[in-house]
């Protein structure tokens, strides 16, 4: 019990954290859909921009957060050398790839279409550069189970660059036509431009409160241990690739195959927008992501731990249901944070939302293969469902534009999902309650039916109240069916930790002397 309220506290931060972090940041979508309208294509530009973001972000990092908490973990292995190796080896990747970057920008910008504004693509390089080398301190804080440190940076990154993106793009707009002094400080030319300058500065402001992690500790580079790390994380960075694929190849791949390269802008900004909605899944899963990573490699050897990865699993599935039902039944309000011009593309929501919850299943059934070291399954497994997206995306986008992207993603999750379970329960088995869990998922299904068929000739208010009836009858039967079984979990794991507690067993459940204290 006292391991599940570890992760439940750890998961409430740092779920805190990405909830307000993405609340506060869908500040920037009514902003950027205000200020760049869809015939511009300047969101276009931002959504295809951070999709590269993403994927380079993956590719920096290489596996290492996974891997520093595997061999932190791991008996014989000094955890300081295990972060100093790791922090070494992120680091020193990431400045090579700035460096690169920037002595190549101009043809490099060419290539991914930006060749009139190389500017940007110098800019997001160095950005992503610190992020990779930020992402290993981070991850050494949820090692060292620190998420007051954790929330209170990333809380700290999201306010300064709100507070400068409402500057740049409200306060100084408004202030430079009357004057003149406020040139020496903006100039409206930038325009999009100003969304990556203000992401570099709070990036690199950022970078001085990690100077604790930094410091203070003998750096060890271990050869040796960095062969075996990366023998470890190849895998997971091809799972990494495959996966981030999954998520930002729609993104990277629409300007280049829907014909038409202002309208591609166009329409590539109306799907980047309204997927901002749909993220309020990924929200949850990162943060049980955060939270629950950790957990397992360290619960990795209790007999009980595949009793518990079964509990994890149903409550994820229940949650992120209720979640589901919640945004697309309130979607009435929650489309009001963009601009009406990007209203047409709110149906790629409920197919992206299922996309994230599959995707949400697949990254707890994949740590079966991570637990044996066998990652290789992962790669794999992704490599499927990125394969899958690919063929969705490129024949479908020239016809059916961007619900070929969203429903590319969905069968691209779809696919890695189904892999890994199948695959999972014949090498290593967890008995997961599949029958409960697809009466939640039928009851959900059929909520959403009834959601979706409400005529759009109704009072809101109308639709609203009957959405929230069937929101609060999907509680009602979470009360009612699974309290209980909830509490009966944590007693049995209570009574398993309490015979721990009471005296150390050996390998065969014999409990040894107690230590002796003065």
């Known amino acids: 019990m006292a391991e599940l309220k570890s992760v439940a506290k750890d998961t409430a931060i740092y779920g805190l954290s990405s909830i307000i972090g993405k609340f506060l940041n ?11 309208t869809v015939e511009s294509g300047g969101y276009g530009i931002v959504t295809n921009i951070y999709a590269y973001v993403a994927l380079l972000m993956v590719i920096l990092t290489f596996g290492m957060e996974t891997t520093l908490f595997r061999f932190a973990n791991k008996e014989g292995e000094n955890p300081q050398t295990v972060y100093g190796t790791t922090l070494t080896m992120v680091g020193s990747l990431s400045l090579l790839f700035a460096l690169l970057v920037l002595a190549f920008l101009h043809p490099i910008a060419s290539g991914i279409g930006y060749a009139d504004h190389p500017e940007y693509v110098g800019i997001m390089a160095v950005t992503v550069a610190l992020d990779a080398f930020q992402a290993i301190p981070f991850a050494w804080l949820r090692y060292q189970h620190r998420p007051i440190k954790f929330f209170a940076l990333k809380m700290l990154f ?8 409402i500057l740049y793009f409200v306060v100084l707009p408004a202030l430079y036509v009357r004057h003149a002094w406020v040139g020496a400080i903006y ?12 992401n570099l500065v709070c990036t690199s402001f950022i970078t001085f409160f990690f100077i604790p992690e930094l410091t203070g500790f003998k750096y060890r580079f271990d050869t040796r241990l960095m062969k075996r790390m990366l023998g ?25 195959v829907y014909g038409d390269a202002e309208a591609a802008k166009s329409e590539l900004g109306i799907y980047g927008a309204c997927v901002k909605i749909a993220m309020i899944m990924a929200m949850i899963t990162q943060a049980f992501r955060y939270a629950y990573e950790p957990f397992v490699f360290g619960k990795a050897k209790d007999k009980n731990s595949g009793e518990t990865y079964a509990t994890v699993m149903k409550f994820f599935i229940i949650f992120t249901l209720l ?21 047409p593309g709110l149906r790629v929501v409920p197919i992206v939302m299922a996309a994230e919850i599959m995707m949400g299943i697949y990254f707890n059934l994949s740590f079966w293969y991570k637990l044996i070291d066998k990652t290789i399954w992962g790669a794999w497994f992704s490599t499927a469902g990125c394969l899958v997206l690919f063929a969705v995306n490129i024949v479908f986008i020239p016809t059916y534009s961007y619900m070929a992207c969203a429903w590319g993603g969905f069968a691209g999750y779809a696919t890695a999902m189904l892999l890994s379970y199948i695959v999972g329960q ?32 109704w ?60």
């Not at 869908?26 to 760049?36: E, G, Q």
């Not at 008995?431 to 068929?453: D, E, N, W």
């Not at 609203?464 to 079984?485: A, M, P, S």
């Open 426 to 457: 014949k090498k290593n088995p967890v008995r997961y309650p599949l029958k409960s869990i697809g009466i939640y998922v039928l009851i959900a299904g059929g909520f959403y039916t009834i959601m979706a068929g409400t005529p759009e000739e």
């Open 323 to 343: 979640a589901y039902l919640c945004v697309i039944g309130y979607m009435d309000i929650l489309k009001r944070i963009i601009a009406p011009d990007y209203w």
């Open 232 to 256: 470890y994380s190849w895998p997971i960075l091809i799972l990494g690739i495959a996966g981030i694929l999954n998520q930002t190849a729609d993104k990277i791949i629409f300007p280049l």
């Open 459 to 518: 009072p809101v208010w109308t639709r609203l109240g009957i959405n929230t009836v069937l929101i609060l009858l999907f509680v009602g039967h979470i009360l009612k069916h699974d309290r209980y079984e909830a509490y009966r979990s944590s007693a049995n794991i209570f009574v398993n930790l309490k015979n721990k507690s009471n005296g150390k067993q050996d390998k065969k459940g014999t409990r040894l002397p107690q230590p002796v204290h003065s």
């Open 158 to 165: 999201i306010v300064l660059n709100i507070t400068l993106n």
């Open 187 to 198: 100039n409206p030319s930038v325009g999009p431009g100003y969304a990556f300058i203000l």
């Open 26 to 36: 869908y500040l920037l979508v009514p902003l950027y859909t205000a200020k760049m």
